[in-house]
């Protein structure tokens, strides 16, 4: 009688039994033999890449109270409260209303950790922290308020480099080019370091003409003060000349 071999659903023949154990025992054997790698946390502190979504920072300078992180959040887990204040113009004007933050707080119980409010913020006041040492023993002590926030800001790492390929941003673009060079030789100022020397004294030419003797007053009045007689200066008045009458016609 002929023995049928046993096979799969899919047609293949099946294999020997207790197989697959024996692979998975040999690959427990392979990572057994390998030296360990393990980190001694916390002593050692982990290397994490720029981009590790520990924790949200907030720069509270560049926070204009536009309610879009909290608006986009699919958690609902940020609170915001302000209020309106009006300063007075610095030089004339209407005056202008400001908004103030009074507080900025984050719920990580309720946190996603997904980024939206990082990537719609329009002027770059959230930022991805790579701290995550802030394990609580009570959930209410999740909410961190914007003073514990801020802290987490000197702890962002820069952007890493663009990968091979990549198009920088437009910002990028539009900067203008960094100014490079070698740098200018030192010289020596110790010969003009001391004060100028004085200006040289006038020509002889140059200098004021002496004072000249005073003259005497006369004591008569001056001649352009006093009236021209015309008989004096031999001059006589002519009278005027009557004109003829015509004659009468008869």
Request: hydrophobic share 35%; proline share 15%.
């Amino acid at each position: 009688m002929a023995v049928r071999e046993a096979r799969r659903e899919d047609g293949r023949p099946r294999g020997l039994p207790g197989l697959g154990l024996v692979k998975g025992l040999m690959i427990t054997l392979k990572h057994m033999l390998r030296p360990s790698v393990t980190q001694q946390y916390p002593d050692e502190k982990p290397d994490l890449p720029p981009r590790t979504r520990g924790v949200i920072a907030l720069k509270e300078a560049n926070c204009t109270v536009c309610y879009k992180c909290s608006r986009e959040c699919p958690d609902w887990c940020i609170y915001i409260d302000a209020h309106k204040e009006t300063h007075d113009p610095a030089a004339g004007g209407r005056a202008r209303s400001v908004k103030v933050l009074d507080r900025f707080a984050i719920d990580y119980a309720l946190c996603m950790y997904c980024g939206i409010c990082v990537e719609v913020c329009p002027f770059d006041a959230l930022f991805w922290s790579p701290e995550f040492e802030y394990a609580t023993y009570d959930i209410v002590e999740l909410t961190h308020e914007k003073e514990k926030l801020e802290e987490w800001t000197y702890t962002v790492l820069p952007p890493p480099e663009l990968e091979v390929g990549a198009e920088p941003p437009q910002e990028v673009l539009q900067a203008p080019p960094p100014v490079t060079g070698t740098t200018a030789p030192a010289v020596d100022t110790s010969a003009t370091a001391g004060p100028a020397p004085a200006p040289a004294p006038a020509a002889a030419a140059t200098q004021a003409p002496p004072a000249s003797p005073p003259q005497p007053v006369p004591s008569g009045p001056a001649p352009e003060e006093v009236t021209p007689s015309v008989a004096a200066a031999g001059e006589q008045a002519v009278a005027p000349t009557p004109r003829a009458r015509p004659a009468a016609r008869p």
